[in-house]
């Protein structure tokens, strides 16, 4: 179908349509070049782009550049400067709220009132606090902490918004701010590697990393997991909770302190090791970065940071997720904005992370947070002034453009949306009219996944319905596929693995006994499952620590509800490593599956064609990177001389198999085989094969060349 506009043809009187060429407009439409269902939003799309130029432009006028507007974290905070020819230690603190602001720790013996900060018209506070000796006046890894004076004349307390360092002593239910700067800077050691193409991300957290019940460490991360990582074939690490939240069971959601590394883990530098060494072994580093809301935590958080509800976040109900108990930003604030783009360049520079996955972006652009909505309107929802925040939207724009300006490589900084409603144009270049992420995540395939094995046996899914799914996703606007998310795995849901095994996998794992048949189930579609989500479902693929070798039960962080115990917060690394149990089953497929994706490359390659989805042979298949992928969903059925169309003639081979004994699998089918093309057309191509499909398998054929 061509896009069209109507204009009038003077002498006949009548419409002359005309094909309207998008192609090349600079005006935030030629996205609409590649998407004709966006065209009727044409005007939309003019004034959000002219909404986002006009804040950029503001932002250079008085900054001179995106990118140096978001190197606030170089003035405001803690500084080491040199102030009219001497050295010291600035401090800048935006509080608007405040009449004043004071400075006090164990550098002055916690006095409230010696120390106070100068305040300009713009609610900036600024202290210049000069060497003694020749030496800091506040020395490093000492308490500091702000004292405030408010417009109503009450006195607060609370922790520097920019503060580097925070952490807990003796179980205080509160973190205490604490100045950082250690004699010796960390130098790293190893270059960032170039960002794959084809990316395979493992999602891990360092807390719960650890196979004994505590809480791990950055160090023991690098020297434990890391080398996990590298032998299951990811190329890129996607770390949560690494941005401090006092509440250690929120996952790392709830963050009070945006530039600080959690110091539960250990120490900045700790952190900076971790991501040098995994550079050197050519991985990939992402941040989980939470702008999407904050902690509403007073003392040790950003709420009420100046006394007010509204420094950082809108005033009232508005700046109140109503489901998260959290508060929401205003991105329409310039120093919000300065605050949250120099947060994300901060993690870039100081600890040298190679992208972002932004949390929640669907409750930033949208003014009902995504809650209780369904998203069944289609476009109009994307660009309903009554639905959408305009001004998150501008944030997310410029938060992107400004991250991948500091690479000439495209993907040289990599950024992840986390939406659920579909929003158009979010993965497309800020140039083209687009948001300007690289990936959104594909988060209807594990919601997909769950539903089903909750819900409906296996023996009645339905191969359209389930390709459908798979493959449902914005042309052109690059997709992260995943089998389960890490939510799933939480108190009151189950992994994949335990949905299909349950109770089984507390006795029945082991190799020396009979094959269980629950068990024999769950590992075979266990394998079929993620097979499938990474052949079809996206352009990048993306595993949860731990479910590459089906690890049991749920996670649930220490609370007061379990008694503080770790025992459900860590991964159990062990039953992966044990020979007698199945578990290495799964992860020997998960690692062939990722080095047949590296060696075939079918995460970047063009979407699949898909040729067979029988429902009631329970066959798929489809070719995708000059592979051909074949599944047999069927509980009891085998097929012989089935005929499957393929795209060239010659001899196809077998590359990978989930029958292989090393997978857990009764290896029906010898990997040895030839399969000779047959020059009779079936599935709309011109050859076929005739192929030997056993029930609950799935296998990937390549031209032998």
Not at 265 to 271: S, V
Not at 282 to 300: E, F, I, K, P, Q
Not at 583 to 606: I, R
Request: proline share 4%; hydrophobic share 35%; aromatic share 14%.
């Amino acid at each position: 179908m061509s896009l069209k506009e109507a204009t009038k043809d003077q002498s006949k009187g009548e419409k002359k349509v005309e094909k309207k060429d998008y192609s090349n407009a600079k005006d935030g439409t030629q996205v609409i070049a590649t998407d004709e269902w966006l065209a009727p939003y044409e005007n939309e799309l003019k004034a959000r782009f002219a909404k986002y130029q006009s804040v950029k432009n503001q932002i250079v006028q008085a900054e001179g550049s995106l990118s140096e507007f978001a190197e606030g974290y170089k003035k405001f905070g803690f500084n080491r400067v040199k102030e009219n020819g001497v050295d010291g230690i600035m401090l800048r603190e935006w509080a608007p709220g405040a009449k004043q602001m004071f400075l006090f720790g164990e550098f002055n013996g916690w006095n409230r009132w010696s120390h106070e900060a100068k305040r300009d018209q713009y609610g900036v506070h600024s202290l210049f606090l000069p060497d003694v000796n020749g030496k800091p006046a506040i020395q490093h890894k000492t308490k500091v902490k702000l004292n405030m004076v408010t417009q109503d004349g009450r006195h607060i307390e609370r922790i520097p918004a920019w503060i580097k360092v925070v952490w807990q002593e003796n179980k205080n239910p509160f973190y205490d701010a604490v100045y950082w700067n250690p004699p010796q800077k960390y130098e790293w050691k190893h270059k960032r590697p170039q960002s794959p193409k084809d990316i395979r991300i493992y999602e891990c957290h360092v807390g719960m990393s650890s196979k004994d019940p505590k809480c791990s460490t950055y160090i023991e991360f690098k020297d434990t997991v890391i080398p996990e990582i590298i032998d299951a074939g990811y190329n890129a690490i996607q770390i949560m909770g690494i941005m401090e939240h006092a509440y250690y069971a929120s996952f790392g959601y709830q963050v009070t302190s945006f530039f600080a590394a959690s110091s539960r883990f250990g120490t900045p530098e700790e952190l900076k090791e971790l991501v040098d060494e995994a550079h050197r072994q050519g991985l990939v580093v992402l941040l989980d970065l939470v702008h999407s809301h904050a902690s509403r935590n007073v003392d040790d958080g950003l709420n009420q940071y100046d006394g007010t509800d509204h420094c950082y976040f809108h005033e009232g109900k508005k700046g109140e997720h109503p489901l998260w108990d959290s508060k929401l930003f205003n991105y329409s604030s310039y120093e919000v904005l300065r605050f949250l783009l120099s947060n994300a360049k901060w993690w870039l520079d100081e600890y040298h992370f190679d992208g972002f996955r932004f949390d929640a972006i669907t409750s930033m652009i949208y003014q009902h947070h995504g809650v209780a909505h369904s998203f069944v309107d289609g476009y109009k929802e994307y660009f309903d002034p009554t639905q959408t925040d305009e001004d998150a939207i501008v944030y997310l724009t410029l938060v992107n453009e400004m991250v991948h300006s500091l690479s000439k490589d495209p993907f040289g900084v990599i950024t992840i949306a986390e939406d659920v409603s579909g929003f158009a144009t979010i993965a497309k270049p800020v140039e083209s009219g687009g948001v300007g992420f690289n990936y959104r995540l594909h988060m209807a395939v594990p919601d997909k996944w769950i539903k089903l094995l909750k819900n409906t046996k296996d023996e009645d899914w339905g191969m359209q319905d389930l390709c459908w799914e798979l493959k449902n996703r914005r042309w052109m606007e690059p997709t992260i596929a995943y089998a389960e998310s890490h939510d799933q795995a939480l108190v009151g849901d189950k992994t994949i693995a335990f949905w299909l095994m349950d109770k089984e996998m507390y006795t029945s794992m082991s190799t020396l006994g009979e094959y269980n048949p629950i068990v024999a189930r769950g590992i075979a579609l266990h394998k079929m499952i993620r097979l499938i989500t990474s052949a079809l479902a996206g352009e990048g693929y993306l595993n949860f620590m731990g479910n590459e070798f089906g690890h049991p039960e749920w996670i649930d962080f220490p609370r007061e509800g379990n008694n503080d115990s770790f025992d459900h917060a860590r991964r159990r690394w062990d039953l992966k490593h044990d020979q007698l149990l199945r578990y290495h089953h799964l992860f020997n497929f998960d690692k062939a599956m990722n080095a047949a994706e590296d060696k075939y490359k079918w995460l970047p390659a063009p979407q699949a064609y898909i040729t067979v989805q029988d429902d009631g042979d329970k066959i798929i298949a489809f070719e995708r990177a000059g592979l051909l992928f074949v599944f047999n969903f069927h509980s009891t059925k085998s097929f012989t001389d089935y005929s499957i169309g393929v795209s060239k003639a010659g001899k196809w081979k077998i590359v990978l198999s989930t029958d292989d004994k090393e997978f857990g699998g009764f290896e029906n089918v010898e990997r040895s085989i030839d399969y000779f093309s047959q020059p009779v057309a079936s599935g709309n191509w011109p050859q076929r094969l005739m192929l030997y499909i056993p029930s609950r398998t799935a296998f990937v054929f390549a031209v032998d060349e």
